[in-house]
């Protein structure tokens, strides 16, 4: 059995300085601290046998001291201990001092406050202080997504002095592609980033990984976070006596970390307690197992293929008990089949990931295997600037993970598509061409995204459609978006629009009235512009239109009931049928003087109408309501029927209202609705 001991482990200068300070202080007199001192039940023990108190406030202090801990305060507490004169040791960490030295400064300046750490922890809360406790605190790359970020506002970002260091670079690469004004500061301590940094590596190459420390401790925690994720075999525990030592075995080689707030007495027990083991005299069994082939974390062996079983394959390595290559460490593709690619008596390279995994078996990864050559790849596709194909295979919060080359990657959700896409989860399954934005292999991070070729795809799909647009061609599309004027329509890669004129022959009030988004309809090209990227789109059926046997439907002459749909100054607009209708001019609507049309007829009224002009070509129609109740009477003095239109035209060109000659009713109608509204319109 070895035993490495990282050279950062136990107590840092912070946490050590106020501990002393605090002993010193007790001798004197009685001494109060302000929350505890320290996250670990021995050292909190020992301080409680000295008569130190924890309290939460500030009433009833008399003639004790208060102790500001190492995490240090928000301003108000120092307000609060000046007001009532309470004496007071001011122990905050040197750089929990210039955290709050720095948020002040900026949230002064104007800046609004990022934070990156743990709301709930107190060295975070104090921080929060010095920006007013207005801060954005992030604890995780989660929770970015649920932030919105301003432009116009500029931000500083600090973090607290034990966040991990490998997700601080993550989120920050996140937040400078999401924020425009963003100064970064980076706040972690040290002596923090020292002992992550180590027990990172040692971890990698041990069997077993111990870190000691109270399970209360966030540095603590980080620690055991990061072993974990190289070491499964990693245990968070107080005091040597909370391990199960028959969990290890005579060739396990052991890793021993602390976190900030471990003492040195505590270390020390438990580098004595393995050495022990180490020395203990070799049993038979030991000695048995000694001609036998031995295995380390981190082998790369050959075994043969003995198993298939369960998704999962087990391999024969000579060693005392067979090896096991797990589900998840066969590949990252959900979907993949071991039975597939392997068969019994197959001789395989494995890496071994765990000698014993506590009921004896080896565990195993031909992952590691296969994704060193694949990072190989990847990493010439750095680079060389080529394009890889892979599959996403997951929607995490803020992007994706793709299989790139047999490696998982990272695919931020702003490099998922050249446009804001809301629902990730559309992605999963699918098979995409990506680039090789960041690789750091030492940080395991490999950052991928298709932001540039999509919108490549997208310029070339674009191309192929419009040369293969024809105006008055039927197409067939799906109603990806709706808006108050109209629908964009998908036709394979670009958007047409059906303006709201364009959805049918009759009036649409709403386009949501006619359609929904997911609808698939079939479109006629109208028109398009390839230099602007430009379709109109018509939903009507040329062969449904009103207005081809109009002549025969509506012969000049003729006598027919119609539906007052709109009223204008110079007359009213009557609904025919869908699609079709037609004006009847102020004074043809009756034998005697009409001041305003709602004076006599009203909308959704019908009423009796003649025919007295048709123009299929401008698709106008004049109609008489005067004439048709009584078609005898003389109309001389009365402005003439095929002149109603024109006189209306006349009016509006005198008003500088724009007119054309192609001008319909309905176009008419709208020029002239923009006059104040009558009493009936209001």
């Not at 399970?215 to 525990?237: A, D, G, Q, R, Y």
């Not at 050249?418 to 990730?424: A, F, G, H, Q, S």
């Not at 005697?592 to 129609?621: F, M, N, S, W, Y």
Request: aromatic share 6%; proline share 2%; charged share 30%.
């Amino acid at each position: 059995m070895k035993v490495v001991v990282a050279k950062t482990a136990g107590f840092c200068f912070g946490v050590k300085k106020a501990i002393d300070e605090t002993l010193q202080l007790a001798e004197g007199g009685k001494v109060f601290t302000f929350g505890p001192l320290i996250h670990n039940k021995v050292v909190a023990g020992q301080l409680s046998q000295k008569g130190i108190k924890i309290i939460e406030g500030f009433n009833n202090i008399k003639d004790e001291t208060v102790v500001l801990r190492s995490h240090g305060v928000a301003p108000w507490v120092y307000k609060v201990l000046h007001g009532k004169n309470i004496r007071y040791k001011d122990c905050t960490c040197p750089f929990v001092k210039k955290i709050h030295n720095i948020v002040a400064g900026q949230f002064e300046n104007g800046r609004k406050i990022i934070i990156l750490g743990d709301k709930e922890h107190p060295e975070v809360i104090g921080i929060n202080g010095y920006a007013n406790n207005g801060a954005i605190i992030i604890g995780d790359i989660s929770e970015i997504n649920f932030i919105n970020f301003d432009n116009n506002i500029n931000y500083c970002l600090v973090s607290q002095t034990t966040f991990n260091m490998e997700k601080f670079e993550l989120i920050v690469n996140l937040l400078k592609e999401a924020i425009i004004h963003l100064e970064i500061f980076n706040t972690i301590c040290n002596a923090t980033i020292n002992s992550q940094v180590e027990c990172d590596e040692i971890s990698k190459n041990v069997d077993c990984m111990i870190i000691l420390g109270d399970k209360n401790s966030s540095n603590t925690k980080k620690l055991l976070e990061i072993s974990k994720k190289n070491c499964v075999n990693s245990f968070l525990i107080e005091s040597i006596g909370d391990l199960e030592l028959n969990n290890f075995s005579y060739n396990d080689k052991i890793g021993i970390t602390a976190g900030a707030s471990t003492p040195p007495g505590i270390i020390k027990e438990a580098i004595n307690t393995m050495s022990e083991l180490d020395n203990q005299e070799l049993s038979f069994e030991d000695l048995l197992n000694q001609s036998m082939v031995t295995l380390h974390t981190s082998d790369i062996v050959k075994g043969t293929v003995i198993r298939i079983s369960g998704g999962e394959v087990f391999v024969n390595l000579g060693y005392k008990s067979d090896g096991i290559i797990s589900r998840e460490e066969l590949s990252d593709d959900p979907n993949y089949n071991a039975a597939e690619h392997y068969n019994v008596g197959d001789e395989i390279e494995v890496y071994v990931l765990r000698v014993n995994d506590g009921e004896g078996n080896v565990l195993l990864s031909r992952k590691k295997i296969e994704s060193q050559k694949n990072l190989e790849k990847i990493a010439a596709a750095f680079e060389n600037k080529e394009i890889l194909k892979g599959k996403i295979v997951d929607a995490v919060k803020g992007g994706l993970m793709a299989i790139i080359g047999g490696v998982k990657v990272f695919v931020p959700s702003s490099q998922a598509s050249n446009r804001y896409v809301e629902d990730l989860k559309t992605f999963l399954g699918k098979e995409l061409n990506f680039n090789i934005l960041e690789y750091e292999p030492a940080k395991r991070r490999i950052v991928a995204g298709r932001k540039e070729l999509a919108q490549k795809e997208e310029d070339e799909n674009k191309k192929r459609v419009f040369d293969a647009l024809e105006v008055g061609k039927k197409y067939q599309g799906t109603v990806r978006r709706i808006v108050e004027f109209g629908a964009f329509v998908d036709l394979g890669g670009i958007d047409g629009l059906i303006h709201i004129s364009e959805l049918s022959w009759g009036r649409v009030k709403k386009v949501k009235d006619v359609l929904k988004e997911g609808d698939v309809v079939d479109v006629t090209i109208i028109d398009f512009d390839k230099e602007k990227s430009k379709i109109s789109l018509s939903l009507k059926d040329i062969k449904e239109d009103p207005w081809n046997s109009i002549e025969e439907k509506y012969p000049i002459g003729g006598v027919i009931e119609g539906k007052v749909a709109r009223m204008v100054p110079f007359g009213v607009f009557v609904e025919l049928e869908e699609g079709v209708d037609g004006l009847v001019h102020i004074s043809q609507i009756s034998s005697k003087h009409v001041v305003k049309p709602e004076d006599e007829l009203a909308i959704g009224q019908v009423i009796k109408v003649k025919v007295t002009d048709l123009d299929k070509e401008t698709k106008r129609i004049s109609l008489s309501k005067k004439d048709a109740e009584a078609p005898s009477l003389e109309t001389s003095e009365e402005v003439p029927v095929e002149g109603a239109i024109e006189e209306a035209e006349e009016k509006l060109e005198i008003e500088n209202v724009p007119t054309n000659e192609g001008l319909t009713e309905e176009a008419l109608a709208d020029v002239a609705a923009e006059e104040p509204a009558t009493d009936t319109e209001a």
